[in-house]
């Protein structure tokens, strides 16, 4: 089983759609959560950390649940540079690298 | 820019050559990841630095692989012997560790990559 699964999509959603991301995580022992914005041959970048609490940026919320093993994260009211491939991340057992989903790509329409 | 750096941005070689690539990270950062991506997957941890100790390795370093970190600041990954397998994009990133975020959970800063290609 992978470490770390997405549903790969594609998502088509036009703009001002709300688009929400499911991800779940095989190691219990995980502390740290995020989501990774990648656009098209380009390097993955933060997006937001994840906490238990479950927390807020704008447009986008994440959620964890540590029970389930299971993250999510929201957009409302897409927009067209919201088009890209969205990684659920968690930390390695070993608690500093990285394990990474495959990715779920959202393409947004005018 | 102070963002984290990758040298040689593209590199296309033939199987069997030994490959060379560095990456320089954000200034002070004191931990140094390298990852690769393969078409369609999530990047896949490779080793990582804090300072200059490789302190972890994933399975997918082979013997064929080696990563440096001399003096604490840039970093080589080299390849020897290149099969058509190692074609991917090698990517660095950097982090900095505090007293505050010793257990990980640090925000790593992702450098463009390096794309190989070996024919």
């Known amino acids: 089983r992978k470490e770390v699964e997405q549903d790969p999509g594609p998502f088509n959603v036009p703009e001002g759609a709300t688009v929400a991301f499911n991800c779940t995580y095989s190691?219990?022992?995980?502390?740290?959560f995020f989501w990774y914005r990648q656009d098209c041959r380009k390097e993955p970048k933060l997006l937001m950390s994840?906490?238990?609490s479950g927390n807020e940026d704008g447009r986008f919320t994440a959620q964890l649940n540590r029970a389930s093993q299971y993250i999510s994260l929201l957009i409302r009211d897409s927009k067209l540079s919201d088009s890209a491939t969205y990684l659920c991340?968690?930390?390695?057992?070993?608690?500093?690298?990285?394990?990474f989903g495959k990715g779920t790509s959202l393409l947004v329409t005018p | 820019d102070t963002g984290v750096s990758q040298d040689p941005r593209h590199k296309i070689t033939k199987r069997g050559q030994n490959v060379t690539f560095r990456c320089d990270p954000i200034s002070e950062h004191n931990r140094l990841y390298w990852y690769r991506q393969t078409l369609g997957q999530g990047p896949e941890f490779l080793t990582y630095f804090q300072n200059e100790a490789q302190l972890e390795k994933s399975r997918l370093l082979s013997d064929r692989f080696s990563a440096e970190r001399p003096k604490g600041s840039f970093s080589t990954l080299e390849i020897q012997r290149t099969e058509q397998g190692d074609s991917a994009m090698y990517l660095c990133a950097s982090s900095l560790v505090t007293q505050g975020n010793l257990a990980g959970g640090e925000t790593q800063y992702f450098g463009p990559g390096t794309r190989l290609l070996v024919l």
């Open positions: 190691n219990s022992a995980s502390q740290s």
């Open positions: 991340v968690v930390n390695r057992n070993s608690g500093y690298a990285l394990n």
């Open positions: 994840v906490y238990s």
